[in-house]
């Protein structure tokens, strides 16, 4: 399995911009379908965000998040970001990586239990 690790959260004021960086090692990230998810405080599960598939490119976004996030991946730097805009008290929370092994070809999976790896987490703070 590979092993994560994120960077880039902090403190940032309603409708300012973040981007959260998730590095990779243990494995090659062109063979990984990767996700970001979140545990806000009134949160009882981790909540899917979105996800990128390792063939044809795929990409999937949660309700809330649609619009506002972009889920980036770069093969040569090992790396899955996520390019937060719009943000809003209620984005307040600790932000995940995770990722599955995937065959080639097979669907994008938004359920936190098929994802594998996690990364430790790091927080995220809108204020008002």
């Known amino acids: 399995q590979v092993q994560l690790v994120e960077s880039g959260g902090g403190l940032v004021q309603s409708g300012g911009s973040l981007r959260l960086s998730c590095a990779v090692s243990?494995?090659?990230?062109?063979?990984?379908?990767f996700g970001w998810f979140r545990q806000t405080p009134s949160g009882k599960e981790r909540e899917f965000l979105a996800?990128?598939?390792?063939?044809?490119?795929?990409?999937r976004y949660g309700d809330s998040v649609a619009g506002r996030f972009t889920i980036s991946r770069d093969n040569t730097k090992n790396t899955v970001d996520l390019q937060m805009t719009g943000l809003k008290p209620d984005d307040t929370g600790v932000y995940y990586c995770a990722a599955y092994w995937s065959a080639w070809g097979r669907p994008l999976t938004t359920m936190s239990s098929d994802y594998s790896s996690w990364g430790p987490g790091t927080q995220v703070t809108v204020s008002s």
């Open positions: 243990g494995g090659s990230t062109s063979t990984y379908n």
């Open positions: 996800a990128s598939n390792r063939s044809r490119g795929g990409v």
